[in-house]
């Protein structure tokens, strides 16, 4: 059973940085897509970023050039570095994973990720 577990969220001020972890289980990560998504108070779940097997990155508009998503198949860990936070930023972001389609990027749907981990908080201060 895939088990993914996030770290790394905070209070930090606009114009902060944070980097979140997520340490995965139970999959042969190497062979999976990872990616981060986030929903804030009231909003629907939105992707952020993924990486494919093969180190292709992918981002939303809203955080390109900001953050930089990045994984460490020894330490079966993504990492999401988030730079020049702002308030629009705040949430609660999720780490999530598939390999159905062989580790390739299948596009930033919800529904194209099967697994999730239960979320760590981002709140940035004004």
């Known amino acids: 059973q895939v088990q993914l577990v996030e770290s790394g969220g905070g209070l930090v001020q606009a114009g902060g940085s944070l980097r979140l972890s997520c340490a995965a289980s139970?999959?042969?990560?190497?062979?999976?897509?990872m990616g981060w998504f986030r929903q804030a108070p009231g909003k629907e779940r939105e992707f952020v970023s993924a990486?494919?097997?093969?180190?292709?990155?992918y981002y939303a508009n809203s955080v390109k050039g900001r953050f930089t998503i990045s994984r460490d198949n020894a330490k079966n860990t993504v990492y999401l570095q988030m730079n020049s936070l702002n308030v629009e930023d705040t949430a609660v972001y999720y780490c999530?994973?598939?390999?159905?389609?062989?580790?390739?990027?299948?596009?930033?749907?919800?529904?194209?990720?099967?697994?999730w981990g239960q979320g760590t908080q981002v709140t940035v201060s004004s």
């Open positions: 139970g999959l042969t990560f190497s062979r999976y897509v």
């Open positions: 990486m494919s097997r093969s180190g292709s990155t």
């Open positions: 999530a994973a598939d390999g159905r389609n062989g580790g390739l990027y299948s596009g930033s749907q919800a529904w194209n990720f099967a697994s």
